[in-house]
C-alpha cells in the first residue's frame, strides 16, 4: 500500500502508513525495509538529507543482521550514492557506487544488469564531475554487459549509447559521438517499431 502511495505521489500518506508500520515492526528485517521506504520517499521529493539519514538506519539494520557482502548491501549503497549524486556531493557518492560495485562483482553474474546498472551510475557520477575519460570506461563497462545480456530493443542499450554519446561530445571527439548517438537512435527506432 506504502509502494502504491509513492508512486501516484501521495506523500504524506505514505509518511503515515510507514510510520505506523515502523511503530508496530516486530523484526529489524521489516525496520529496515521500512527506513528503506522512507528513504526512497525522502528522495522522491528531493529531501536529500532526510533521505540519507532514512537510508543509513536501514543500511545500519542490514550491516548488523546480514552477511557484509548480500546483495541488499548493494542495493542500500546504491541508493545512498544516488542521494550523494543527487546533492553534488560526488566524492561520497562514488563511495558508496564503489561499495555497491565492490558486492555486485562478487555476488553476481560478470554480465548481470545489475552490475551494468552500478558501472553507468559511476560513469554518470564522472561525467558530471568533467573527468570524461574515467565516465568513459565506467559507461563502455555497461554497454558491454548489456548488450550480451539485453535484447537488442532495451530502452537501456539507447540510454547507455546516447552516455557514450555525451562523453564523447564533451571531450570534442565529434565523430565518436555521432557513432553512439546515431546507435542510440536506432535502438530508439527498433524498439518504437517493434512495439507497434
Known amino acids: 500500500m506504502g509502494k502504491l502511495m509513492l508512486q501516484v505521489g ?3 500518506q505514505a ?3 510507514y510510520n505506523e508500520l515502523l511503530n508496530g515492526a516486530s523484526d529489524d528485517s521489516d525496520r529496515a525495509f521500512i527506513y528503506h521506504q522512507l528513504g526512497v520517499m525522502k528522495n522522491s521529493q528531493g529531501k536529500y538529507p532526510e533521505a540519507i539519514k532514512f537510508y543509513e538506519k536501514s543500511l545500519e539494520i542490514k550491516r548488523k543482521t546480514l552477511p557484509e557482502d548480500h546483495s541488499s548491501l548493494a542495493t542500500a549503497y546504491n541508493n545512498i550514492g544516488l542521494v550523494h549524486k543527487n546533492m553534488g556531493e560526488y566524492s561520497e557518492a ?3 557506487y564503489e561499495k555497491s560495485i565492490k558486492i555486485k562483482e562478487i555476488k553476481k553474474e560478470p554480465r548481470h544488469p545489475d552490475l551494468a546498472t552500478s558501472y553507468s ?3 554518470g557520477v564522472y561525467r558530471s564531475m568533467g573527468e570524461y575519460s574515467k565516465a568513459l570506461e565506467c559507461y563502455k563497462k555497461a554497454n558491454k554487459i548489456w548488450e550480451i545480456s539485453l535484447p537488442r530493443t532495451h530502452p537501456d542499450l539507447a540510454t547507455s549509447y546516447n552516455s557514450i554519446g555525451q562523453v564523447y561530445n ?3 571527439e ?3 559521438a ?3 548517438y546515431e546507435k542510440s537512435l536506432k535502438r530508439v527506432w527498433v524498439y518504437t517499431v ?3
Open 10 to 12: 501521495h506523500f504524506d
Open 15 to 17: 509518511e503515515e502508513l
Open 94 to 96: 562514488l563511495e558508496y
Open 121 to 123: 551510475c559511476t560513469g
Open 170 to 172: 564533451s571531450m570534442g
Open 174 to 176: 565529434y565523430s565518436e
Open 178 to 180: 555521432l557513432q553512439n
Open 194 to 196: 517493434s512495439s507497434c
